[in-house]
């Protein structure tokens, strides 16, 4: 995919890397947002999915950029409603679709840890443990190599956002939807 130019709100930051990639830059009017109203119109679409996927699965506002995150992936792997017959973004780049679990953000899954993390397990330690699922782990360009964000839930209760592993391995879930942050 290649860029040439594209439309922003005129912040220095985005003049600066627009000359820097040698992109041409339409820029809007500073501080009128009717002048920039696709991109504003957005943010309140995207503010208002990340509310709603943070009232569903439960955790506090804090987690805001990973419900921003699922919401706008999540939205990729689907076929838009309003266009019958469109496929969905995800189709359009990759010719396919996304080969991934998808769960609810948040919900319960159980996963098995890798790598050094399953040596460290005591030998008789249950093997899977439950998670919050907080999305999927994507490489440069959108390219999906099996791999799932999970947080384990008792690091969530313990308040600590930064143990959300990454795993190829999600090995059960409930029989019906739970949301344990709730």
Same mark, same amino acid.
């Given at each position: 995919?290649?860029?040439?130019?594209?439309?922003?709100?005129?912040?220095?930051?985005?003049?600066?890397?627009?000359?820097?990639?040698?992109? +041409?830059?339409?820029?809007?009017?500073? /501080?009128?947002?009717?002048?920039? &109203?696709?991109?504003? #119109?957005?943010?309140?679409?995207?503010?208002?999915?990340?509310?709603?996927?943070?009232?569903?699965?439960?955790?506090?506002?804090?987690?805001?950029?990973?419900?921003?995150?699922?919401?706008?992936?999540?939205?990729? /792997?689907?076929?838009?409603?309003?266009?019958?017959?469109?496929e969905s973004p995800w189709i359009?780049?990759h010719g396919k679709e996304f080969?991934?679990?998808?769960?609810?953000?948040? &919900?319960?899954?159980?996963?098995?840890?890798?790598?050094?993390? &399953?040596?460290?397990?005591?030998?008789? #330690?249950?093997?899977?443990?439950?998670?919050?699922? +907080?999305?999927?782990?994507?490489?440069p360009g959108c390219q999906w190599?099996?791999?799932?964000?999970?947080?384990?839930?008792?690091? /969530?209760?313990?308040?600590?956002?930064?143990?959300?592993?990454?795993? #190829?391995?999600?090995?059960?879930?409930?029989?019906?939807?739970?949301?344990?942050?709730?």
């Amino acid at each position: 995919d290649k860029t040439n130019w594209f439309h922003s709100d005129s912040s220095k930051e985005l003049n600066a890397a627009a000359r820097l990639v040698g992109w +041409l830059h339409d820029k809007a009017v500073p /501080f009128e947002p009717q002048t920039n &109203a696709i991109i504003e #119109s957005m943010v309140k679409v995207i503010k208002a999915m990340i509310r709603t996927n943070l009232c569903q699965a439960g955790p506090p506002p804090k987690y805001w950029p990973t419900a921003g995150e699922y919401g706008v992936m999540g939205k990729n /792997f689907t076929h838009d409603s309003t266009e019958k017959g469109k496929e969905s973004p995800w189709i359009r780049r990759h010719g396919k679709e996304f080969q991934g679990k998808r769960y609810p953000l948040g &919900a319960l899954v159980y996963f098995k840890p890798g790598g050094v993390c &399953a040596k460290q397990q005591p030998e008789y #330690s249950p093997g899977t443990y439950p998670a919050l699922f +907080l999305g999927w782990k994507f490489r440069p360009g959108c390219q999906w190599k099996g791999e799932y964000i999970v947080l384990p839930t008792r690091s /969530f209760f313990k308040g600590d956002k930064r143990c959300a592993l990454h795993t #190829s391995t999600i090995v059960e879930t409930p029989d019906r939807i739970q949301f344990p942050a709730k």
